[in-house]
């Protein structure tokens, strides 16, 4: 049996590297980001068995895309994630996994928030989306 996260993820974060041009970090980012960047964050991955083929299992993976925009505190720039956020679902949607098939994609939800740190203002949309996969 073969686990799908390794290839997901660096499919993932790849395709979302070369589309958006941003940073892309697996569930951390580094401490000192600059003020009045942008960044995504792959994270919260998951998966399933769902379907069982002749020789093998058909996996469901779940990921969410967190996409950040870190502003001067008191400014909110929603229109910034709003774009990248085009991006990241068109990228998505023409994602390749290597060693796998790629049988379904589901975007699940998109939710969109603004966060009050001490010294500045985060406009987030966390994205989520399903894989539905096939070993190759």
């Given amino acids: 049996m073969r686990n799908p996260n390794k290839q997901v993820r660096k499919a993932v974060v790849d395709a979302l590297k070369t589309t958006t041009g941003l940073s892309v970090y697996e569930n951390r980012v580094p401490i000192d980001l600059p003020l009045n960047s942008q960044y995504i ?33 008191g400014f909110s720039h929603s229109v910034t994630v709003d774009d990248i956020e085009e991006l990241v679902l068109n990228a ?45």
């Fill in 92 to 136: 998505i949607n023409e994602i390749k996994v290597d060693t796998w098939h790629v049988k379904g994609r589901e975007f699940v939800d998109s939710v969109s928030n603004v966060v009050e740190l001490p010294d500045h203002t985060v406009n987030r949309i966390v994205v989520v989306y399903n894989l539905w996969l096939a070993e190759q």
């Fill in 41 to 73: 964050l792959v994270n919260s991955q998951s998966k399933r068995q769902i379907e069982r083929s002749k020789s093998c299992w058909d996996w469901e993976s779940s990921f969410n895309i967190d996409i950040h925009s870190v502003n001067e505190k």
